[in-house]
């Protein structure tokens, strides 16, 4: 039964590793008396929370890419703007947001160099090609990552679901054995107390 279970974790995973939930057809490739009932419940459960632990990750991370994205491009939109600037062209006035309510207004000259944050309190100069190159890869690579991140949490959806279904399979083949066994019992325990009619 482990080993049922062990193959199926290593062997199947979606591509970026998380594996596939077993698909419990039969309770009893998994179950074989009522011993084993609460055990195969308890690591169904954990299953189930690793899932949902993956799942919240997953929605954190893509929030982050979907917040970052629009930063992105606006910053790869402005960058394609300069560089279509020839150098002869007069300096534009642009207002800047300095903080999330302080704003300032600047001159900009035609340039053929800009600077990008590049994050951890770090700016680094490049010139217009090679930032737009980045950018893009940037965005790119943001894209692909939150198209991931939605395939994957739509993967650990279907992962619970089929953990879930699994879980209430168990439950409900104990339950079954339970009754199974009362209706063996029950039937020589009454003759016994019962015992013959007077007559």
């Not at 799942?55 to 992105?72: F, H, S, T, W, Y």
Request: charged share 30%.
């Amino acid at each position: 039964m482990t080993d049922i279970k062990g193959r199926k974790d290593v062997t199947a995973t979606n591509p970026r590793g998380i594996p596939y939930a077993p698909f419990v057809d039969k309770v009893e490739d998994y179950v074989s008396s009522r011993v084993e009932v609460e055990t195969t419940l308890k690591s169904f459960q954990e299953m189930i929370s690793k899932y949902q632990f993956m799942e919240v990750n997953q929605q954190r991370r893509a929030a982050g890419l979907k917040d970052k994205m629009p930063d992105i491009q606006k910053t790869l939109d402005m960058v394609r703007f300069l560089k279509t600037r020839k150098p002869d062209s007069d300096s534009i006035e642009a207002t800047f947001e300095l903080n999330d309510t302080l704003y300032a207004k600047a001159h900009i000259p035609p340039t053929q160099e800009v600077y990008l944050w590049l994050g951890a309190n770090v700016m680094l100069s490049y010139p217009i090609d090679e930032a737009e190159e980045l950018l893009q890869s940037k965005l790119s690579a943001a894209k692909q990552s939150l198209s991931n991140c939605e395939e994957d949490l739509d993967f650990l959806r279907e992962q619970i679901t089929t953990m879930e279904v699994a879980t209430a399979r168990v439950y409900n083949w104990d339950i079954t054995m339970k009754r199974k066994e009362k209706a063996e019992e029950g039937p020589s325990g009454k003759t016994d107390k019962k015992g013959p009619p007077n007559g």
